[in-house]
């Protein structure tokens, strides 16, 4: 299996730019994660998918982020407008019920 | 309050030594999860457990539901184990929150 595959691996781009990050989960798993990672913050949470149906977004920073899950083997995470502070490593993992996660290789952000 | 403590924030040691990091939680988890992310950037699911103990290889993780505490182990510690060691918990409400990360550097 290649694993959770993410793109793209770097992404730069100006302020007030639309962004998408997409991820390729494993086959088979029923859990979609989507995390930030900063300096400042570590790890976050943002969204979660099972079945491709969003359970909880409550980690989501604000309404300029959005994501989506339109099938078993995609899903999407856009920033729209972009803005210097959302400049981070965005990790994708997947996982089934009670299993350990599988983590991408992550999108680093930079937003100028 | 969710929230995840993590120690020690760094952590040098010499080949062949045990080391221990902890992990303490608020109460409520259903999972707890030991992360391992390289100079790279890629993280490596370790370990979930929800009770007892696991081992894998030199790694063995525990778990102390009463205490609301986590423990990973390296046994016989190499300089390939040098990593940054994430613990993250799995609350009953939905959320994970993650530990700020321990920096273990194995020396030779």
């Known amino acids: 299996d290649a694993g959770v595959i993410q793109s793209p691996r770097h992404e730069v781009t100006e302020m007030g730019q639309e962004v998408t990050l997409r991820c390729k989960p494993i086959?088979?798993?029923?859990?979609l994660f989507w995390y930030r990672q900063t300096m400042m913050r570590g790890l976050e949470l943002l969204i979660y998918?099972?079945?491709?149906?969003?359970?909880?977004d409550s980690g989501m920073p604000e309404d300029r982020f959005s994501a989506k899950m339109p099938n078993a083997s995609f899903s999407t995470l856009k920033i729209q407008p972009s803005e210097p502070r959302d400049s981070a490593v965005y990790f994708c993992?997947?996982?089934?019920?009670?299993?350990?996660?599988?983590f991408g290789n992550g999108t680093r952000l930079t937003v100028t | 309050k969710n929230e995840v403590e993590q120690s020690p924030q760094n952590l040098t040691a010499q080949e062949g030594e045990f080391i221990t990091i902890n992990c303490s939680y608020s109460?409520?988890?259903?999972?707890l999860h030991w992360l391992q992310q390289h100079p790279g950037g890629g993280i490596v699911s370790l370990f979930m457990?929800?009770?007892g103990k696991k081992k894998h290889g030199r790694l063995i993780a525990t778990i102390n539901i009463q205490e609301k505490h986590s423990s990973l182990h390296i046994t016989a510690s190499h300089p390939r184990d040098s990593a940054v060691y994430i613990c993250?918990?799995?609350?009953?409400?939905?959320?994970?929150?993650f530990g700020a990360g321990t920096r273990l550097t194995v020396k030779p």
């Open positions: 993992a997947s996982s089934l019920l009670g299993s350990p996660l599988h």
């Open positions: 086959s088979g798993h029923d859990y």
């Open positions: 998918f099972n079945n491709n149906v969003p359970i909880d």
């Open positions: 109460v409520g988890i259903s999972a």
């Open positions: 457990l929800s009770s």
């Open positions: 993250a918990a799995w609350y009953n409400n939905n959320d994970m929150r």
